[in-house]
């Protein structure tokens, strides 16, 4: 089955870090762009970041940039978000999603297929 | 960055009832429009990419449409399961922002 299943949510004080994870099974995960999206309680879905297959393409939500890093471990087929400085308006689900064509599509563009179940974030004293 | 506008951001309608839904990009991303379906505590499900091209599994009476930079997603005969909220995201150039969602309730 085609999956992706995030983990490292919890709660955290204003300031500090925390690590968030993406699993992947059931497909070849080298060879998919991903991207994070949260939303925060009671609001609408954010992008976030965006990492390419290859890695040599990445992009933030200026809400983020600076603080939250994206990165990849393509033998352990595992997506993560280091997320730093963390302040209360960061509480949210965080959610980890597939490009669904391993190569640009151009006459679809991007699209995103597969979603993981998603990961609570509080930011609180 | 590319921001998008939805209208409305709420409906109320009747099993049965046609919806339609619409996003507008505030410049050109060549119909690189997905649509997403999000049901209460749930993860996003894609229903529509290409601005027309219905997803594998997702049912026919999904449809988008295009013209220009406004965007269509139309359900041609709403069903118990489609009362959810509904994003468009644009994906044509990073940041692949969403609309601000629409959020479709029984009459």
């Known amino acids: 089955e085609v999956q992706l299943v995030e983990s490292g949510g919890g709660l955290v004080k204003p300031g500090g870090s925390l690590r968030l994870s993406c699993a992947a099974s059931?497909?070849?995960?080298?060879?998919?762009?991903m991207i994070w999206v949260r939303q925060a309680p009671g609001e609408g879905l954010e992008w976030l970041s965006y990492?390419?297959?290859?890695?040599?393409?990445?992009y933030y939500a200026d809400s983020v940039k600076g603080r939250f890093t994206i990165s990849r471990d393509d033998a352990r087929s595992s997506l993560y978000l280091q997320m730093s400085s963390l302040r209360a308006e960061d509480t949210a689900v965080y959610y980890c999603?597939?490009?669904?064509?391993?190569?640009?599509?151009?006459?679809?563009?991007?699209?995103?297929?597969?979603w993981g179940q998603g990961s609570m974030v509080t930011v609180s004293s | 960055d590319f921001p998008l506008t939805q209208s409305p951001s709420f409906l109320s309608a009747s099993v049965g009832d046609r919806v339609t839904i619409t996003c507008r990009a505030s410049?050109?991303?060549?119909?690189?429009l997905a649509w997403y379906q999000q049901r209460p505590g749930k993860a996003p499900k894609l229903l529509i990419f290409?601005?027309?091209t219905l997803q594998s599994g997702v049912s026919s009476r999904f449809s988008g449409s295009a013209s220009g930079t406004e965007f269509t997603l139309t359900i041609s005969s709403l069903q118990p399961e489609d009362f959810a909220t509904y994003y468009c995201?644009?994906?044509?150039?990073?940041?692949?922002?969403f609309g601000p969602g629409t959020k479709v309730d029984i009459k």
């Open positions: 999603a597939r490009d669904m064509n391993p190569y640009f599509d151009a006459l679809t563009g991007h699209a995103f297929d597969i």
């Open positions: 059931g497909f070849s995960f080298s060879g998919y762009s």
């Open positions: 990492i390419s297959s290859s890695s040599n393409a990445i």
């Open positions: 410049q050109d991303i060549r119909n690189y």
């Open positions: 290409g601005a027309s």
């Open positions: 995201q644009q994906v044509d150039t990073n940041p692949f922002a």
